[in-house]
C-alpha cells in the first residue's frame, strides 16, 4: 500500500504549535501508549482504539436538548437527578448519540484518517513552516505504538518537504526508532527517570528499554538535533539530584537539548469525560522549586 | 507540553504593579499628567471665526471663502503656549479639547449640544457662556445651510429608506449608512515635505506667479482660476499669520519667566517660530514645528475622518535628524523627547463629534493621527532608517495612546525592524499595526497610481494609504449592514427592529427554497439591492460635497490642485485618482450564517428552515440545542474551505458590482472591511442570525472570524482571509484583522523570533492589515470589574488604541469575547 493511502487512529491536529520543535508547528496526535504515566496529560491518547467521551459541562442538559438518550439504541444514556449519566458498560461505540449531540459534550476520541488526509491538513499550514522552519510533530500517545503508520507519516512528510519531529516515550523496539529517526530532523524524547524501580511502579515498565534507546539515538544518529525532556512530577522526580543526573548523562553536543517540563493538570477534566478517575488527585507544581532547577540547569547549559 | 503558567505582558506588568518608568521623561510627564484622563471640553472660537468671516463672504468661490474665513480664524483665534511644551501650535484651550465645525452640523446644535456633557459615550463640557455662543452666534447662521439638511433633504425616499430612522436624518438606520455627513472629508495626509523643504512664503510665490500668467480675458481663467489663485495665497498668508502670533506670545511669556532655563527654550520656540513654517525647516528642531503647525492648521480647516494623519515621517524628518546629528547639535534622547511633546499635544486635540451616529463610529476619544515607518523608498529600495527604530523605542517606553504607529511591511523588512516591531506589539499595547506594502502597492499602481508614487504611500487613517498628490477622493464613504441584508431574506425584506416596514426586497417566505442555489440566490438579490442603493447615495453625496466643503490649505499643498487650479474638494481634479471605498459590516456574520443554513438545513437536512426562523424570532429561547447547532457548523476563520467559500464568493460578487459601478462613476469603487466600532451599532439592528448570534449584538468585525468561533489558532486565522480575497479582481481595499493573543504564548526570546516569523507570512500572504492585541482575557475582566486601577490598559480596537476603560460596555465585550489564541 502506498505511504498515502496508509490508515491509523488520530486524536487531534493542531495548528500553530509554538512549544513543541522549532517554528511554528502542527501536531498530529496518535492514540495508543505502552506507558500509563499518572500524571498524563492526554488521557484520551492512552488506549488504541477510539474512546466514547461525555463531557457534562457542554451538555445543554436532558430536559433543554435530550437528544441523545432517544438516539442511544441500548439505554447506555440515562437521567439521573435530573443530568445525563452515561453507562460505559452498555455502549457499542455506534456513534448515534455523538451524530445528534448539537454541543459536541457526546463525542469520540479518535477517528481513522489516511496519511495524505492527514498531510493535506498539514501542508496548509506550509506557508507559515516556510518563514518559520517549522513543519510537523508526531506526538500521542505514543506516535510509534502505530509504528507503519507513523513510518507512513514520516516518510510522505518528507517528500512532501516538511520538516519532521516526532515526541516519543522511547519505549518502542530499537529497530523502528531506528526506521524512524531516518526519516526526522529533529527528536524529542522523554526521560522520565533513572530509576527504573520507581519507573516501573508509576508508569508501568522499567526504564531500560528507553535508556538503550536513546543511546542507540546517540551513537547512530550522532547528527540529529534532540530535546530531552522531563516532565518534573511532584513526589516523583522532583529533586535537583534526580533531574541534574538526567541532564548530566546527556552528551555534551551542540545538538543535544534537556528541558524540564512543569507538572500541570490540564488533561484532568478529561478524565471525567472519559468516566476514569484523574490518578494525581491533589498535587500542585511547585513554581519556586522550577525556578530554581532552570537556574541549576542554566549553569550546566553554558 | 507545557503548562500554561501565568505570563503577563510588559503593559500589564505596568499596570497590575503601577511602576511606569517615567525616567528621563519629567517633562512629558508634567504636561500629560495635568491632562491625560479629563474630560474635555469644547472650544469654541474656530467655529465663532470661522462663521463671522463666512457670513461676510456669501456668493463668493467657496474656496475662497474658506481662505479669508482661515485667515479670520488665524488672526483672532487665541494662542497658547502650554507650561514646559517645547512646540508651539494648539486648535484650542488648555487640556482635552474637541473643536466645532459648524459648516457639517450647525443646525442641530440646539438638539444636541446641551446633551454633551451627559452623553454615555465621549462625553463633552462646554461652559454657558460657550453655550450662549454656540446657540446665539454660531448655529442661528447654519440652519438651512448645512450640507447634511441638503443631503436629507434631496435624498430620493427609496435611498433615504435604509439611510436614516427620523425626519431631521440624524439618526441612522444603521442599514446603509452615510458617514459624510458627520465629518468634512475622508482621512488625509498633507504633503508635509514640501513645507518642510520649500515653506509657505515659496508656495504663495508659486501662487502668485500662476496668477500673474493668467488670461484674464479667458472666463475661467477668470471666473474659476482667478479666485482660487487668490485663496491660495490667502491661506498662505493665514498660516504664516498663526505662527507668527505664537512667536510673540513666546516672546511675551519669555520676558515674564523667571526660570531661565525656560526663559531660554522660550526665546528659542519664538527664534523658531518666527521662522517655520514661512521659509524652510533648517534642522529638526524647526522640522518638526514646522510639521505640527501644518497639521494643527489642518485641523482648523475641516473635521477629517479620523484626524490629519502624520504621513511617513521617519523619511521625511530623516534629513534633518541625521544632519543635526553629525552636527552634534541634536541627540537621539533630544529628537525623542522633541517628539513626544508632539504626541502629548496631539492626545489633547479630541475628534469631537456631534452627530450621534458618528458618534458611534469611533468609541473612546477615538482618533488616528497615523504615523507611517518603514516601507520602500519611492524607489523600491528599503526605507527603514534609525528614526524608524526610535518611534518604536519611543512606543516601548512611552506608551501612550497617539499617535497611532503604523509599519509598512515589504518582502525585504529587514530583521532588526521586524524583530523591533514583534517587540513592541509584544509590550500590549496594540502598537504598531501593520500594513503590507505587497498588496497594497501594485493595487495601487494597477489603479492608475504612477509607481514611484504608489511606493511612497503614507498610512492614513485606521487602514488607509495615501498618495499626498496623487489621491483626490475626500468624501465620506457608505458603509452597508449586510447582516441586515440576510436579516431581510429570512423576513421577507422585513427587518424586526423595523416592524413591517419593507426597508429590503420581498424575496419570499424562506420556507419556499427548494435547495441551497435558490436560497443564495435570494441572498444575493438581497445583497445587491443594499449594494446598487449605497453606490447611488455615495455618488449623491460626490455630487453635493463641492457644494459645501473647500479646503483651500490643503489645496495648496497638492500639486494636482495647483496645477488645476482646482479645490481638493471638487469632483474631478485633472490627473488625480479617485480610490472610494464603501464598507462591508457583519462580513463573518453573513458567511457563519449562510454556511449554517447551507450545511444544516440543505445538505444534512438535520434543521428544516422553519425551525430555524422560529428560532431566531425566539432570540434562540428555548432553543438552545438548535442554536448550538448553528454555532457548530463551520466558520469563518479556521481555514475550512467550505465556509471560506462561501466568504470569496461573496467578496467577488460585490466586487463585480463594485467594478460596473466604477465605470459609471468614473472612481475607483472598491470593497472595504473596516468597521471600527461600528459593528457594535450596527449589530444593534440586527436581530438573531442563522450563525447562533443573538440578538442586538456586534457584528463580526472587519474580516476577523465571529466570536470564538475561530478554533484553529492565527494560522487558520490568517489563512481563511487569505482564501477569502480575490486577489485576480481589484476593486477591493483595505481589510482589517483583529488577532488576539496571549502573553505566554509570544513569550520570550523564541516568542518573538515566532511573532516575526507569524508577520512575515503576513506579508507574504499579501493581506492588508494585521493588528494584534496581546493580552490575557483575565486582565480584560478585570479591568471591567474594576477600571479604577486599570486605568492605563490599552486594547487595540479597529485600527487604533484606546484604554479600556474609556470603552462602552458593548465595546468592552467584543473584545473580551475575541478569541485568544493561546499555544498548544
Not at chain 1, 510522505?156 to 531516518?182: K, Q
Request: net charge neutral; hydrophobic share 35%.
Amino acid at each position: 500500500m502506498s505511504d498515502e493511502k496508509q490508515t491509523g487512529i488520530v486524536f487531534n491536529i493542531q495548528k500553530f504549535s509554538m512549544h513543541d520543535g522549532q517554528g511554528i508547528r502542527t501536531m498530529v496526535f496518535l492514540k495508543g501508549c505502552p506507558l500509563r504515566c499518572p500524571w498524563c496529560s492526554n488521557p484520551e491518547s492512552q488506549r488504541h482504539e477510539p474512546e466514547r467521551a461525555f463531557n457534562p459541562t457542554r451538555c445543554l442538559t436532558a430536559q433543554v436538548c435530550g437528544r441523545c438518550l432517544e438516539a442511544c439504541p441500548n439505554a447506555a444514556l440515562r437521567v439521573i437527578e435530573g443530568g445525563i449519566v452515561f453507562d460505559r458498560s452498555r455502549c457499542t461505540r455506534c456513534g448515534l448519540c455523538v451524530s445528534v449531540c448539537p454541543t459536541g459534550a457526546q463525542s469520540v476520541y479518535g477517528q481513522v484518517m489516511s496519511v495524505g488526509d492527514i498531510l493535506n491538513q498539514v501542508e496548509r499550514d506550509d506557508v507559515f513552516y516556510n518563514r518559520s522552519d517549522g513543519g510537523m510533530t508526531l506526538s500521542g500517545g505514543e506516535p510509534l505504538a502505530q509504528p507503519d503508520f507513523a513510518l507512513a507519516l514520516l516518510r510522505e512528510a518528507r517528500r512532501r518537504r516538511i520538516h519532521t519531529t516526532i515526541e516519543t516515550c522511547g519505549h518502542c523496539p530499537t529497530a523502528l526508532l531506528d526506521r524512524a529517526c531516518r526519516h526526522l530532523d529533529a527528536l524529542i524524547f522523554d526521560i522520565k527517570s533513572l530509576d527504573s524501580e520507581k519507573h516501573k511502579r508509576l508508569v508501568g515498565v522499567g526504564n531500560e528499554l528507553i535508556l538503550r534507546n536513546i543511546e542507540h539515538v546517540w551513537t547512530h544518529f550522532p547528527l540529529l538535533p534532540v530535546l530531552i525532556r522531563t516532565p518534573v512530577v511532584p513526589g516523583f522526580n522532583d529533586t535537583n539530584g534526580e533531574i541534574l543526573n538526567i541532564r548530566k548523562m546527556l552528551p555534551q553536543r551542540t545538538n543535544v537539548c534537556f528541558e524540564p517540563l512543569t507538572y500541570h493538570r490540564m488533561g484532568q477534566p478529561k478524565y471525567a469525560y472519559l468516566g476514569r478517575d484523574y490518578p494525581l488527585e491533589g498535587i500542585e507544581a511547585d513554581e519556586g522549586f522550577m525556578k530554581r532547577l532552570r537556574e541549576r540547569l542554566k549553569i550546566l547549559d553554558p | 507540553m507545557l503548562l500554561a503558567t501565568c505570563c503577563l505582558s510588559p503593559q500589564e506588568e505596568r499596570v497590575e504593579k503601577k511602576n511606569v518608568n517615567r525616567q528621563g521623561r519629567k517633562r512629558i510627564y508634567e504636561i500629560l499628567d495635568r491632562v491625560q484622563f479629563q474630560t474635555p471640553s469644547i472650544d469654541v472660537e474656530r467655529a465663532r471665526y470661522f462663521t463671522q468671516s463666512m457670513a461676510q463672504t456669501e456668493g463668493e468661490l467657496l474656496t475662497l471663502r474658506w481662505a479669508k474665513a482661515l485667515k479670520h480664524v488665524a488672526e483672532k483665534i487665541t494662542v497658547y503656549i502650554t507650561p514646559g511644551q517645547l512646540l508651539a501650535g494648539r486648535a484650542g484651550k488648555p487640556g482635552r479639547y474637541g473643536i466645532l465645525y459648524p459648516e457639517i452640523d450647525g443646525d442641530f446644535y440646539e438638539e444636541v449640544i446641551s446633551q454633551l456633557p451627559k452623553r454615555e459615550k465621549c462625553p463633552f463640557t462646554v461652559s454657558q457662556g460657550d453655550m450662549n455662543i454656540i446657540l446665539e452666534e454660531i448655529a442661528p447662521y447654519w440652519k438651512g445651510k448645512t450640507f447634511h439638511e441638503h443631503l436629507n433633504a434631496v435624498m430620493p425616499k427609496e435611498i433615504r429608506g435604509v439611510t436614516y430612522d427620523d425626519e431631521l436624518g440624524l439618526r441612522s438606520k444603521f442599514v446603509v449608512s452615510e458617514t459624510a455627513s458627520y465629518r468634512s472629508a475622508l482621512q488625509w495626509v498633507p504633503d508635509y515635505e514640501k513645507v518642510l523643504k520649500r515653506g509657505f512664503i515659496d508656495l504663495q510665490n508659486d501662487a502668485k506667479k500662476r496668477l500673474a500668467a493668467l488670461d484674464l480675458t479667458n472666463s475661467l481663467d477668470l471666473w474659476e482660476k482667478k479666485p482660487f489663485l487668490d485663496a491660495m495665497i490667502i491661506v498662505c498668508d493665514a498660516v504664516m499669520i498663526w505662527a507668527k502670533r505664537h512667536a510673540d506670545l513666546a516672546r511675551e511669556t519669555a520676558t515674564a519667566e523667571k526660570d531661565p532655563h525656560r526663559k531660554q527654550e522660550l526665546l528659542r520656540m519664538a527664534q523658531i517660530c518666527d521662522h517655520v513654517p514661512a521659509h524652510p525647516a533648517r534642522n529638526f528642531r524647526e522640522a518638526v514645528q514646522s510639521q505640527w503647525f501644518v497639521q494643527m492648521f489642518s485641523r482648523l480647516e475641516q473635521k477629517a475622518a479620523a484626524v490629519i494623519s502624520n504621513g511617513r515621517m521617519d523619511q521625511y524628518l530623516y534629513p534633518y535628524y541625521a544632519k543635526d546629528l553629525a552636527e552634534g547639535i541634536l541627540t537621539r534622547r533630544d529628537a525623542m523627547e522633541l517628539l513626544e511633546c508632539m504626541w502629548v499635544d496631539m492626545s489633547q486635540f479630541i475628534d469631537l463629534y456631534i452627530n450621534p451616529t458618528g458618534n458611534e463610529f469611533s468609541e473612546a476619544y477615538a482618533h488616528w493621527e497615523a504615523v507611517t515607518i518603514g516601507g520602500q523608498t519611492p524607489q523600491g529600495e528599503d526605507a527603514t532608517n534609525e528614526l524608524s527604530y526610535l518611534f518604536l523605542e519611543s512606543k516601548r517606553e512611552f506608551p501612550l495612546n497617539y499617535p497611532d504607529l503604523a509599519a509598512r511591511i515589504h518582502s525585504r523588512t529587514p530583521k532588526r525592524f521586524l524583530h523591533e516591531i514583534a517587540l513592541t506589539i509584544k509590550d500590549g499595547s496594540g502598537f504598531p499595526k501593520l500594513i503590507n506594502d505587497e498588496e497594497i502597492v501594485p493595487l495601487y499602481a494597477i489603479k492608475g497610481a504612477p509607481m514611484h508614487e504608489a511606493l511612497d504611500y503614507a498610512v492614513s487613517g485606521c487602514t488607509e494609504a495615501r498618495m499626498p498628490n496623487r489621491d483626490t477622493y475626500t468624501s465620506g464613504c457608505v458603509y452597508i449592514n449586510f447582516a441586515a441584508a440576510l436579516e431581510m431574506l429570512m423576513y421577507n425584506g422585513r427587518m424586526r427592529r423595523y416592524g413591517d416596514e419593507l426597508v429590503g426586497l420581498e424575496t419570499g417566505d424562506p420556507e419556499q427554497f427548494n435547495d441551497w442555489g435558490e436560497f443564495y440566490g435570494a441572498y444575493k438579490a438581497q445583497h445587491m439591492n443594499l449594494l446598487e442603493k449605497a453606490f447611488q447615495q455615495q455618488h449623491i453625496v460626490d455630487c453635493l460635497r463641492p457644494l459645501h466643503f473647500a479646503t483651500p490649505f490643503s489645496s495648496v499643498l497638492h500639486n494636482l490642485c495647483m496645477d488645476a487650479c482646482k479645490d481638493l474638494q471638487s469632483k474631478k481634479i485633472e490627473g488625480g485618482i479617485d480610490y472610494s471605498y464603501f464598507e462591508f459590516l457583519g462580513y463573518a456574520t453573513v458567511v457563519d450564517s449562510l454556511a449554517a443554513i447551507k450545511k444544516l438545513v440543505f445538505e444534512d437536512k438535520r434543521l428544516t428552515m422553519r425551525q430555524v426562523v422560529e428560532a431566531m424570532k425566539a432570540d434562540f429561547a428555548g432553543f438552545e440545542p438548535i442554536r448550538e447547532m448553528l454555532r457548530n457548523a463551520p466558520c469563518y476563520g479556521n481555514d475550512d474551505s467550505y465556509v471560506d467559500a462561501i466568504g470569496k464568493d461573496i467578496d467577488a460578487i460585490s466586487q463585480v458590482a463594485a467594478q460596473k459601478n466604477s465605470k459609471e462613476r468614473g472612481v475607483h469603487v472598491d470593497l472595504r472591511y473596516v468597521p471600527v466600532t461600528s459593528h457594535v451599532p450596527f449589530g444593534k439592528v440586527v436581530s438573531a442570525t442563522p450563525n447562533g448570534r443573538k440578538a442586538w449584538t456586534a457584528l463580526a468585525d472587519g474580516t476577523s472570524a465571529s466570536h470564538g468561533a475561530d478554533k484553529n489558532g492565527p494560522t487558520a486565522v490568517l489563512l481563511s482571509n487569505y482564501h477569502s480575497k480575490n486577489y485576480g479582481m481589484v476593486n477591493r481595499a483595505s481589510r482589517l484583522l483583529n488577532i488576539k493573543l496571549s502573553p505566554k504564548c509570544v513569550a520570550g526570546d523564541e516568542g518573538t523570533k515566532k511573532l516575526v516569523n507569524l508577520i512575515r507570512t503576513f506579508c507574504d500572504l499579501k493581506l492588508w492589515h494585521l493588528q494584534f492585541n496581546i493580552v490575557n482575557r483575565r486582565t480584560l475582566e478585570a479591568a471591567q470589574r474594576d477600571p479604577s486601577n486599570y486605568r492605563n490598559l490599552l486594547v487595540r480596537i479597529a485600527g487604533y488604541s484606546a484604554y479600556f476603560c474609556d470603552l462602552s460596555p458593548d465595546l468592552q465585550h467584543d473584545i473580551i469575547e475575541r478569541t485568544e489564541h493561546s499555544d498548544f
